[in-house]
């Protein structure tokens, strides 16, 4: 279990609050989605889960041992993985080089294209190719989807999964998560605007101005959601 | 007195630059050590002579001749040792061949720098495919300057695949390339640098496209460290209908310095020549990603140089 507790993040400037004494669990084998409008704190959320920056107050648990001290790679190696909102490219490195970095050891072609074809692409054709500016974004996100699918996480967070790729990456995406879903391997803590993704989740957590305003299960908190999100907007307008 | 025969840690300089590690049988084969002849064969169709005024050799592919290999690297195990030597490339009509050089230089430091000069001059037939490959590599406390010079001309429908790459231990280096590209020739050349320490290093680079539907493709990579500095001047002039493509990388890193100097000319409407230059860090979204995947940050770099080098 992933527990946010009390986890206050100031921006740099020293004055900004952008996540103010949050607390959350994202339980064992559940998909828990974390939504809101923009600009409410969901991606530093993600951000400060895998370790990219450190809370300015508060403690973050991993399954009872206190997390908020460590770097990345000491998270990654204890089962939490992060799924970038833009994957970075790289000029040479190749996709199955990726996916065994991702799985920490050799890794036979057959298994490769075991992963590639659950985020539905041709292995044969991606196996030896970049990830460099030659893929699409749709290609690369689906390949960083398919770098957490690989490993044997404890909790996997994406960071707003849906943004830039197409239509078909999409459904592509939502089959993926529901598949993950069923299997109940780990932990899934999605950060998504998008409808779809939210519906395959166990819970809902709503956060906004930097706090969790809601948190509960798909069918208590879905018919909430077009109320609170109009709420935001007005505020926003005014 | 020179030593020129092959010893056991000579065949680990001659893996590094030549990926042989044992002498090949049946292949055309000269190992020149420390300025002598250390081994030669020759094969029916690949003869290899020593010029009369015995600083370097001609190797002669007879026209037609397929698949064959051609070694000719170099090493310098003496310290303070310093060379200059000219090869002959003449590739006669149809021929496909790949010519396997390269320099090892082991420098103790003992006597001071050890520097090897080689001039290779490649004389192309028409319809000939050649892939040649150089690799250049120092190690030992001694300073080894390696200054390789290449001049091609290429004929008529040939390819010319140019794979040169510096791995390391060279502490200056000088390198000078240029060809001569006739109608529909095509020549692409790959080219991978790494220095450190205070390494210097500077690449020129001249293709003339004059051959009609003749075609360049330059890709440079390139990785600066520690307090190394590297000059790139890669120029394409294109003198007739041509397509040329020219692309240079550089990651830089600690106090390194990284030039480049891009040139490119058109002397007819038809010539299409393009250069891209970058010159950056290492992306830190890329040390992240890597990272996230439990990699340290010194691995993280490692994949991402050995990555964008390959």
Redesign the interface.
């Known amino acids: 279990m992933l527990i946010f507790d009390s986890v206050r993040y100031t921006a740099p400037d020293g004055e900004t609050d952008i996540i103010k004494d949050l607390s959350l669990e994202v339980k064992d084998g559940e998909i828990l989605v974390v939504t809101g409008p923009n600009g409410g704190g969901k991606s530093t959320l993600a951000r400060l889960a ?1 370790g ?1 920056i450190k809370p300015t107050a508060g403690k973050i648990t991993l399954d009872g041992m206190d997390i908020t001290e460590l ?3 000491e998270r ?2 204890l089962g939490v ?2 799924a ?1 909102q ?3 490219r ?5 996709v199955k ?1 990726l996916l065994a ?2 799985a ?1 050891d050799e890794i036979s072609d057959s298994e490769c294209c075991k992963y590639l074809s659950r985020v539905g692409l041709c292995a044969a054709d991606y196996l030896d190719r ?1 990830l460099d500016a030659t893929l699409s974004g749709g290609e690369l996100k689906r390949i960083e989807v398919a ?1 957490l699918l690989i ?1 044997s996480l404890k909790v996997a967070i994406y960071d707003e999964p849906e943004a830039g790729i197409d239509i078909w990456s999409f459904n592509m995406l939502v089959n993926a998560f529901s598949t993950m879903g069923k299997e109940k391997s780990g932990s899934l803590m999605i950060i998504s605007h998008q409808e779809r993704l939210i519906q395959t989740a166990d819970r809902i957590a709503i956060v906004a101005e930097g706090k969790l305003k809601d948190i509960g299960t798909k069918n208590e908190i879905m018919p909430k959601l077009s109320e609170i999100f109009c709420r935001e907007c007005i505020k926003t307008r005014n | 007195m020179i030593n020129n025969k092959l010893l056991g840690s000579d065949m680990h300089l001659l893996d590094m630059i030549a990926s042989m590690p044992q002498v090949p049988e049946g292949a055309a084969i000269n190992v020149r050590k420390n300025g002598e002849k250390a081994v030669r064969s020759i094969t029916e169709n690949i003869d290899i002579r020593t010029k009369e005024d015995g600083k370097g050799i001609d190797i002669i592919i007879k026209p037609g001749t397929k698949g064959e290999k051609v070694y000719i690297p170099v090493i310098l195990t003496e310290s303070g040792l310093k060379e200059t030597v000219a090869n002959d490339f003449i590739v006669g009509n149809g021929a496909e061949v790949e010519i396997v050089a390269g320099c090892g230089i082991c420098n103790s430091g003992s006597c001071g720098e050890s520097s090897h000069s080689g001039v290779h001059t490649f004389k192309i037939g028409d319809n000939c495919k050649v892939k040649y490959v150089e690799k250049h590599y120092g190690e030992g406390d001694g300073q080894a300057v390696m200054n390789p010079s290449t001049v091609i001309m290429l004929g008529k429908n040939s390819v010319f695949d140019m794979e040169s790459s510096q791995i390391r231990g060279i502490s200056s280096t000088i390198r000078n390339t240029v060809a001569y590209l006739a109608e529909d020739a095509r020549m692409n050349v790959s080219e991978r640098l790494v220095t450190h320490e205070n390494q210097v290093a500077k690449s020129d680079m001249e293709v003339f496209l004059n051959g009609k539907g003749s075609s360049l493709q330059i890709v440079s ?1 390139s990785v600066a460290q520690d307090t190394s500095s590297q000059m790139f001047h890669p120029k394409a002039v294109g003198n007739t209908a041509c397509n040329a493509h020219i692309q240079c ?1 550089a990651i830089i890193m600690d106090d390194a310095a990284v030039g480049s100097i891009p040139e490119i000319q058109a002397n007819s409407a038809e010539a299409s020549i393009i250069h891209e230059a970058a010159i950056g860090r290492i ?1 830190n ?2 040390l ?10 010194e691995e993280a770099e490692a ?2 140089i ?5």
């Open positions: 895998m990219i770097d990345i790679t990654a190696k993985g992060y970038f833009a994957p970075p790289f000029k040479g490195l190749t080089r970095l991702a920490g970049a770098s490993r | 990579r990388d992306n979204e890329q992240l990603k890597l990272q996230s995947l439990g990699l340290s940050a994949v991402i050995e990555g964008f080098l390959s």
